[in-house]
């Protein structure tokens, strides 16, 4: 069994903003499969389905951001799923508005969402989507990423979430990281 999971935060206030780039993503890719996250345990909302050959269950935590992991390690060790069988999708902040980027593994990179996933799941040995939302210019970290993007900015992101869907199909399908990485790294 694998696991995708979009990190954001819960709740309509945060709905827009660049920190929920995970869970645009993972929206994105399900309405295009024709299923959406119905579900309601680990504290996420959830939905298991067949991709290909394969169980998948797709998560968003309903945690805020920075205890992303007690989901992730709830529902992993409830399922019996890997780190190496998940793929997180996540924004961040150093890499341009819409640039795609894929890791095996690693640190967090100063992300809340993936140092309470390590934490709580007790490995970095996890695969990461990850979608630039780029650094601030001119406003404090806090206020960018709670911030929705602009017109031009959401144009780029809904690029990204085309090119993030075919990766998690691929995933999904049992296509290795390394090729993903190769692909569209």
């Given at each position: 069994m694998k696991l995708v999971a979009g990190l954001g935060n819960p709740g309509q206030r945060y709905e827009k903003t660049k920190h929920?780039?995970?869970?645009?993503?993972?929206?994105?890719?399900?309405?295009?499969?024709?299923?959406?996250?119905?579900?309601?345990?680990?504290?996420?909302?959830?939905?298991?389905?067949k991709i290909g050959e394969n169980d998948v269950l797709f998560l968003e935590?309903?945690?805020?951001?920075?205890?992303s992991g007690i989901a992730i390690a709830q529902a992993s060790a409830y399922f019996k799923i890997a780190p190496e069988d998940m793929l997180i999708i996540h924004d961040d902040m150093d890499m341009p508005i819409g640039k795609i980027r894929l890791r095996r593994n690693g640190k967090s990179g100063g992300h809340n969402g993936l140092k309470s996933i390590i934490a709580q799941v007790n490995s970095q040995n996890f695969n990461r989507l990850k979608i630039g939302i780029q650094h601030p210019q001119k406003m404090s970290v806090v206020n960018w990423v709670l911030s929705p993007f602009d017109t031009q900015q959401s144009a780029e992101m809904q690029?990204?979430?085309?090119?993030?869907?075919?990766?998690?199909?691929s995933f999904c399908q049992g296509q290795s990281i390394e090729f993903l990485m190769n692909k569209y790294n």
């Open positions: 929920n780039t995970g869970f645009m993503a993972l929206d994105y890719f399900a309405r295009k499969q024709g299923f959406s996250l119905d579900r309601n345990k680990f504290s996420a909302q959830w939905t298991k389905q935590p309903q945690t805020d951001m920075n205890a690029k990204a979430f085309a090119t993030a869907s075919k990766i998690i199909l």
